[in-house]
């Protein structure tokens, strides 16, 4: 597919066209304490799968339908209609509502007594969270020059990790003290059993993230000719269709990434119990600490070496993330196998800083290779197909290969060691691809 027809982005602005680094870091700042709470919400089902499993008698894939499918389904298709809302109103105030929504359909999980009831929650949990992502990587866009947008996008990207290793470690947290006391209290919500309460717990605080968004001011558009102008959607299609190229290849490499990501981190808490014995909270308390510090690794240093890599060009950043899927792959392989703790911890960490990279240098080169007035939409695209793969199949693929080939409590271990690495193969090819489409488009 030829990225040659494509229409070239507007020119970038200067970095005096662009807010103060202060307000811009403040922005960044929101947005990443609002990606915090949405991975938290989205997580803190993995903690709780043998809790689930008892009480309401599930099996693993059942309960990897509500990780992955449930929350997926709704999260990516109504992405798509979001973003052109996004790319054409006040993009703050969306995400107010987003937030909310999420924050509300999080705590109702906790009031769930059936299976149905907690898939369609987690479902309306997947409607809040799809405004935040299209929202910020425009906001971002515009309030960062190129040059320093990969960074800038890896410390928002950097919520997703510390969002889920808080998961882990709050959940922890939180079942330590409702187990011991057998059931807890809340007002408006009676009496709990603890994953019940760990829901409610992390859902409601989301609610002041909402109005924190209704109070910061919308940034002006940069490298957009006329503000007022609405781009057709058949404009839209057509760009992407000359780029696809580098812009699809680009979205389905992440997808590939995230199925990884997904297919392990979704499964990590069971892993650890299940293989190495942990007991529940010390579960969470290591899969926690090892997602925040593969996360920093990998979304702060990624982020900050892709604006440096081949002067932080899209091709360049695309290229980087071929390199360091590289390495994810091998050690997608070592850490399920590793016989013990200490080098499960080790190989884990590698793995999701090299899964890490693509959150913000895959972010960075599809908001270089668009222009302004299209980027929400074309950004729901891409979260689109990457969401889909990713996180609706990823867990989902584990528990099944687990079901299917090794019905056995160890067999979790061959099911992640099988599909992290085949997938993360799969996407370090589709990074070194993409990254010559990008070279090509930008240079005609």
Known sequence: MSDASATAPAGPATDSDYPSPLVAWAVVAVLFVAYIFSFIDRMIIGLLVEPLKADLGLTDTQVSLLQGFAFAIFYTVIGLPLGRVIDRTARMRVVAVGVALWSLMTASCGLAGQYWQLFLARMGVG?????????????????????????????????????????????????????????????????????????????????????????????????????????PLSQVWSFMRGRAGSILGLSFAVAMVNLAVFAAVSWLPVFLIRVHGFGLSQAGHFAGGALILGGLIGLIGGGWLSDRFNKGSPAGRLKFCGITGTIGTVFAVVFPLAGHPALTGFA?????????????????????????????????????????????????VTAFVGDTFFPFDEGIRFAIAIVSPLSFAVATGLFFMSSGYAARALSD
């Open 348 to 396: 884990f960490v590698v793995f999701f800083a090299s899964a890490a990279v693509p959150i913000g240098a895959g972010a960075s080169a599809l908001q270089q290779l668009t222009p302004n007035r299209m980027r929400a939409t074309v950004s729901a695209v891409y979260l689109f197909i990457v969401n889909l793969i990713g996180l609706g199949a990823g867990p989902t």
């Open 127 to 231: 409607v809040g969270e799809a405004t935040l992502s299209p929202a910020a990587y425009s906001v971002i866009s515009d309030s960062f020059p190129r040059r320093r947008l990969g960074l800038a996008m890896g410390v928002y990207g950097l919520g997703s990790a510390v969002g889920a290793g808080l998961a882990f470690l709050i959940g922890a947290v939180v079942i330590e003290l409702v187990t011991s006391a057998g059931s807890i209290t809340l007002p408006l919500f009676g009496e709990l059993r603890a994953w019940q309460a760990t829901f409610v717990i992390v859902g409601l605080p989301g609610l002041l993230i909402a109005g924190l968004f209704m109070l910061l001011p919308e940034p002006a558009r940069r490298d957009a000719p006329d503000t007022r102008t609405e781009v």
